[in-house]
DNA sequence: ACATTTGTTAACCATTTGGTTAAACCATAC
DNA sequence: GTATGGTTTAACCAAATGGTTAACAAATGT
């Protein structure tokens, strides 16, 4: 039984091809070429395309959930969790450049697919987080602001630079060379910023 | 000569279907459809579905960014602007829900397309508006924080929220109602936020 | 050793899709 | 009225694409 390696050499080259390309516009053809396999090999283990993409965007949620969790649920200080959230995240998302927008965009066009996710147990979880806020508010040492508020900030402000990154270098008139060095510089400023803007 | 309605017509329709399904995943014949037009009418005004999409993601972009440059070039205290751009960009998206992650999606796929852009005569430019963060910098007001950065979490803040908002909705266990309440509610949070992140 | 199951391949198939064409339509100019 | 030009339509076409099949190879169990 080698299927074990042909099935998980399909999955890495259709997450590669999924990712560069979206559901619409990757080919079979194409995803069996980058595995160096024969493209029945495709329908053989993933029945057909939209059970091969589901597979993969499954595989990419994963991924991006216990990078999540780990975070969110460790016994840190709040204003500490903040700053490890967003240099670990940014240094993973250096790492997986695609995985963002690959997901985001894609859930869009699956809502189907959403429902699916909502029963999956891995999900990112920001509970631990969000308690610790209230905690904190009720403790007087941050501003009195909803706490799901103060995580969609910390969401947009660590990933919506990787996602739109092709439209900040043309408003922002900057070249690949000096976005990276933002996007470095961020990782210790924007967790500086976020927690100026909650604290008491 | 009837063409300008025609050629309107398609336009539109292509609109609605590119933002909804992407390149890739649009049909031709789904927008003549939706123009109610014979599909050959498609290839008449536009050629082919390239040229027609460019038209399309031209047109989303140009939608863009005279709603961001009327506020940035407007002469008004910067906290003001924040605030304006803001409350104004967010009602401005409440409306066209789908342009943002159209724009980012198409754009970081079709890199040769985001040349063409640079060289428009009509982007966004918030090059006024960095310019007043220079000077309140250098006035002791605000914080010695790149003014790139500020603006980047001023369109992090602002945009993110609808270009992720499925994948928020599930991060955040939150139905679609609360969701736009949460909007809403940012419409003034976030300039209040920002603002208090950058003061001195 | 041999039968049976599992994995792999090349050729094939039906449908979809972007694009074309030739004829028809229709407004306007003469 | 009818010739002329742009506009619209239905039918058509070739290529691409997702998916299938039947034969073949390689393990696996007995």
Do not use: C, W
Not at 44 to 64: D, I, P
Not at 179 to 189: A, N, P, S
Request: no cysteine.
């Amino acid at each position: 039984m080698k299927d074990i390696n042909t099935e998980q050499a399909i999955l890495n080259a259709a997450i590669t091809i999924f990712q560069k390309k979206g559901m619409a516009g990757a080919r079979m053809q194409e995803i069996a070429d980058e595995a160096h396999i024969n493209k029945a090999m495709l329908h053989y283990y993933f029945r057909n395309k939209q059970q091969l993409f589901e597979a993969v965007l499954m595989s990419a949620f994963q991924k991006l959930a216990p990078q999540m969790n780990i975070i969110f649920a460790s016994e840190i200080d709040v204003f500490e969790k903040i700053r490890k959230f967003t240099a670990g995240y940014i240094d993973f998302m250096l790492e997986n450049p695609y995985l963002p927008l690959f997901i985001i965009h894609e859930l869009k066009h699956n809502p189907d697919f959403v429902k699916k996710i909502m029963l999956h147990p891995n999900k990112p979880d920001p509970k631990p987080l969000i308690i610790q806020f209230e905690k904190e508010i009720k403790a007087g040492r941050i501003k009195d602001i909803p706490p799901k508020q103060i995580v969609l900030n910390l969401f947009s402000l660590t990933i919506f630079p990787f996602v739109g990154d092709t439209l900040f270098k043309i408003v922002l008139d900057i070249e690949d060379k000096d976005y990276h060095k933002m996007i470095q510089e961020r990782k210790t400023l924007i967790a500086e910023q976020l927690i100026s803007s909650i604290s008491a």
